[in-house]
């Protein structure tokens, strides 16, 4: 069996597909339910061909059942577990088989036929996102790592809004702050009032009224807070595959040393600046608490739409037996129709994703062209954001198509 993108999305599938197999099973073969819903079809159909005075109606009815039977019910095969995409690629966290073992799934039992129609529709989208990452954004590949941007951009936003939690770091920083920078800021402010952009020791006209002494403070002390954000290279990283220019850094120093005040404002309140300082960290903490709700919003999101999808997988296969039922019942091939058009439409999902993907990317460089000097990409989640509203979009398309397409059957 091909596999999805992502762990969690493969194990529900393969759970789906496990449980429908033996759910099907259990309805039309090991209990007197399948004798039952037999007779209740075949009654079902004389009365339509009686109604209509069409014989065939009858057969086809006993064509739809033995052909279910034979094909679909009956088939078993043990399948052996296969991975995902991303652990193919080489994704070391948590694997398909450990999830189903913890499920209890082992073998992986599953209707040949299904196993097919699963096939199918996974090379489809798996191909077609495949030739979508062989168009380079930024060295994005959905297929390896699903909004790598998003999720990189996560992990160092998290890292930001801890503060400094080296406390010797810590130490040095407020020292620099009392013995340079407040010193280079009260020059600053004589003939200019103080505006908020010049609240950080790396400004290029505050670093100007720095001693020769204080700017080489300064250099290691920038040089340390970035060694402390990219410990495992996440900043270096991004810097080589999303951005062109040296204000990443700089931005990313900014924005821990802005997190690191929010949370112990007492420590740099050393002056006020007859209160204009003061009243510049309340307008900070506000913009810093609305930013924290974004950044809540996009990580949960984030990190719950593959769980949301994968169930989606599984109820759409556990389903299947009762649209079966309904089959048997009603005559209407269109059911199953139905079945495999919203199957498709659900499966091709991950497509939108990749494109979603591939063009939130792009707010890298709004970011970096909005931001100037300074790169807004660590105090707004505008990745994040168009990730989202381009997801929910594209869900709201398919349940739309899915709709649309059993009213008047357009797909």
């Excluded at 999830?99 to 039992?109: E, F, T, V």
């Excluded at 609240?199 to 403070?217: C, F, H, K, N």
């Excluded at 997190?259 to 009243?279: H, T």
Aim: hydrophobic share 50%; glycine share 8%.
């Amino acid at each position: 069996m091909n596999g999805c993108i992502t762990p969690i999305e493969n194990a529900f599938e393969c759970i789906g597909l496990h449980q429908c197999s033996l759910l099907m099973r259990y309805l039309f073969v090991e209990t007197m339910a399948g004798k039952a819903l037999f007779a209740l079809g075949l009654i079902l159909s004389v009365m339509r061909a009686l109604n209509r005075m069409n014989m065939k109606i009858i057969f086809h009815y006993w064509l739809i059942f033995f052909i279910s039977l034979i094909l679909i019910v009956i088939p078993r095969e043990n399948f052996k577990i296969m991975p995902s995409i991303m652990e193919k690629f080489g994704y070391t966290g948590i694997q398909t088989q450990d999830i189903l073992k913890k499920a209890g799934i082992d073998p992986l039992i599953v209707s040949p036929v299904l196993s097919i129609i699963v096939r199918s529709m996974s090379v489809l989208t798996n191909g077609t996102i495949e030739v979508m990452d062989r168009i380079k954004v930024h060295n994005v590949s959905f297929l390896r790592v699903p909004f790598s941007a998003v999720k990189r951009w996560l992990l160092v936003r998290e890292r930001i809004t801890q503060g400094i939690q080296d406390p010797l770091l810590k130490e040095q920083l407020l020292h620099f702050y009392q013995d340079h920078y407040y010193l280079a800021l009260k020059a600053f402010i004589k003939s200019r009032s103080l505006p908020t952009d010049m609240l950080w020791p790396g400004d290029t006209e505050i670093m100007a009224l720095y001693s020769v002494e204080g700017r080489g403070q300064w250099d290691t002390l920038r040089g340390a807070l970035y060694d402390w954000l990219n410990q495992d290279g996440i900043i270096e990283y991004i810097a080589v595959n999303y951005y062109e220019g040296g204000s990443l850094v700089d931005g990313a120093v900014r924005g821990l040393i802005h997190a690191d005040r929010m949370k112990d404002p007492l420590g740099y309140s050393v002056l006020s600046f007859e209160g204009r300082e003061l009243l510049t960290y309340d307008r900070e903490a506000d913009s810093a608490a609305y930013r924290d709700i974004l950044n809540r919003l996009v990580r949960w999101f984030m990190w719950g739409y593959s769980f949301v999808y994968g169930v989606s997988l599984l109820a759409i296969w556990i389903i299947f037996p009762f649209v079966l039922i309904v089959l048997m019942l009603s005559g209407d091939i269109g059911i199953v129709v139905g079945f495999l058009k919203s199957l498709f439409l659900l499966k091709l999902l991950p497509i939108s994703w990749a494109v979603v993907d591939k063009v939130s990317v792009l707010s890298f460089d709004i970011s970096h062209v909005l931001g100037g000097g300074r790169v807004i990409f660590w105090e707004m989640p505008l990745v994040g954001i168009m990730v989202i509203l381009g997801m929910s979009l594209s869900v709201g398309v398919v349940i739309f198509l899915m709709v649309a397409s059993q009213k008047k059957g357009l797909v």
